[in-house]
């Protein structure tokens, strides 16, 4: 479900990232029992997440089978999409990391944007690009 509005705080606590939708998708024990632990506090995920799950499906061996995977995923998790604010933020912290030598990759810094933007915990593996980032909070399996 895409939010028109503004997802309350208290509605949604951890933003999932790709690594973490995938291998919760294929059940990959590790995720699938964290994704089950923090499911009641609320799990939204990026509209930049997304756009690369659905990547994922059209460079499947099982197109079909991938999106009737990802659609009962999508069932528990709340669509966020961007906004002037998150665009601010990844702004600024693209600004930050081009002056300091850490570039990452936009769709991590969007991403990340939006789990500050809301106060979110990242739920991601990728601690290596995320951590660069000022202030977000990540979960790793």
Known sequence: MVHDTLP??????YLVDSDWAIDHMHQR?????RVRELAPFGLGISIVSLGELYEGEFNSTDPETEART???FLNGVEVIPLDDAICRIFARER????????LIGDMDILIGATALRYDLTLLSNNRRHFERLEGLSIISA
């Open 70 to 72: 990802l659609r009962t």
């Open 29 to 33: 024990e590790r995720v699938v029992n």
């Open 8 to 13: 309350s705080r208290n509605d949604i606590r």
């Open 95 to 102: 600004s930050r990391l081009r002056a300091s030598g850490t």
